[in-house]
């Protein structure tokens, strides 16, 4: 069993800065992409940004220059820097990992449940 838990998100002021962070633990024998959607009311869920496993980074347009997607490969934690926050940034922030659990071949998607960020105008 694999269990992701982000931390970190919060209440903060337009043009304000955050960070969140999230943890894979369990039964892991290897961990490809790791990342981040998020989805705010009445809207669908859409990528913020992922990272493989050697570090190449993927962003959606609406965050380029503003948000950085990092990992740490030891701890199995990827993080997101989030700048120049706005009201439209707004929304649950949920983390995933592509995990190859122990004792298995297949690699299978794995989902936080998510942490709440609110940016006020």
Same mark, same amino acid.
């Given at each position: 069993q ?9 209440? #903060?002021? !337009?043009?304000?800065? =955050?960070?969140?962070?999230? +943890? /894979? ?7 490809? /992409?790791?990342?981040?959607f998020?989805? !705010?009311? $009445? ?7 992922? +990272?493989?496993?050697? &570090?190449?980074?993927?962003y %959606? ?12 490969? /030891?701890?199995?934690?990827?993080? =997101?820097?989030?700048?120049? =926050? &706005?009201?439209?940034?707004? !929304?649950?922030?949920?983390?995933? %990992?592509? +995990?190859?659990p122990?004792?298995? #071949? ?7 449940? $998510?942490?709440? +960020?609110?940016?006020s105008?």
């Open positions: 694999v269990q992701l838990v982000e931390s970190g998100g919060g209440l #903060v002021q !337009a043009g304000g800065s =955050l960070k969140i962070s999230c +943890v /894979a633990s369990g039964s892991i024998f290897k961990i490809n /992409a790791m990342g981040w998020r989805q !705010a009311p $009445g809207n669908k869920r859409e990528l913020v940004a992922d +990272v493989t496993s050697d &570090g190449s980074t993927n %959606a347009d609406s965050v380029k220059g503003r948000f950085t997607i990092s990992r740490d490969n /030891a701890k199995n934690t990827v993080y =997101l820097q989030m700048d120049s =926050l &706005g009201p439209e940034d707004t !929304a649950v922030y949920y983390c995933y %990992a592509n +995990v190859v122990s004792h298995t #071949v297949r690699s299978s998607q794995f989902w936080g449940r $998510g942490t709440q +960020v609110t940016v105008s």
